[in-house]
């Protein structure tokens, strides 16, 4: 028997219909409005709910319980996510200062952004089960890292005067505000970044990686 499949736009607003095939869940009308889905899929393990972006986190139910679901379009997409945040991982034999009791100037140090071994916990190795488990402090940092990273990425692809000084503004600002994190801003660089890129793979990259850390925060009050 063929799998089924719900569409996400539909499902948020109360229709649970299913269909048998995600081929025909890519274009059908959703009350007055047609749904055209591409074939990304929740990445919860049994889940089979489908969305049409890849770059979107919803928190949804299936018969497994409460998802808050990384959703990403193949299992190549999120270890290519994996390897753009975890290149910026908190490394502690690249501390300079081995002692921790008090700084040259004899004051306690400021607390230090610490690492969780199991920063974007893979057990399958493929990216299957992309999660956040960091405290604060680093997992901001490490969105700033992995963001101006696909900005080089980005100025080094694109053709010459096309967005190139968009792009360098856009790593101006956010460099700006590494140290003030207004969560506001970030959102609208980001916003302004899916603007300016034309290379679709490192926006999606972007997309996820900023949608990990605002759901991440979502209910905190320190952003």
């Not at 607003?13 to 409005?33: A, E, P, V």
């Not at 694109?158 to 969560?183: H, M, N, S, W, Y």
């Not at 290379?199 to 925060?217: D, G, P, Y």
Request: a negative charge; charged letters at 30%; aromatic letters at 6%.
């Amino acid at each position: 028997m063929a799998p089924l499949f719900r569409c996400a736009l539909c499902w948020q607003s109360g229709d649970d219909r299913q269909f048998n095939s995600s081929h025909y869940i890519k274009s059908h009308l959703g009350g007055l409005t047609t749904h055209n889905l591409g074939p990304f899929a929740c990445s919860q393990p049994g889940c089979d709910l489908r969305s049409n972006r890849a770059d979107r986190n919803l928190v949804h139910t299936d018969a497994n319980g409460v998802h808050n679901a990384l959703w990403a379009e193949d299992l190549a997409l999120k270890a290519q996510i994996a390897a753009v945040v975890n290149a910026s991982r908190y490394d502690p034999a690249e501390e300079e200062d081995e002692d921790d009791d008090e700084d040259d100037d004899g004051l306690a140090p400021e607390p230090r952004a610490r690492r969780d071994e199991d920063l974007f916990a893979d057990s399958t190795g493929d990216g299957a089960n992309l999660t956040v488990k960091i405290d604060g402090i680093f997992i901001r940092e490490t969105v700033f890292e992995a963001i101006l990273e696909v900005i080089d990425d980005e100025m080094g692809e694109v053709e010459p005067g096309e967005v190139t000084a968009e792009l360098a503004d856009l790593k101006i600002r956010l460099e700006d505000q590494r140290e003030a994190c207004v969560f506001a801003e970030l959102v609208d660089l980001v916003k302004a970044l899916a603007k300016a890129s034309r290379l679709e793979n490192s926006l999606r990259v972007l997309a996820v990686c900023h949608n990990e850390i605002k759901n991440t925060f979502l209910l905190r009050e320190t952003w």
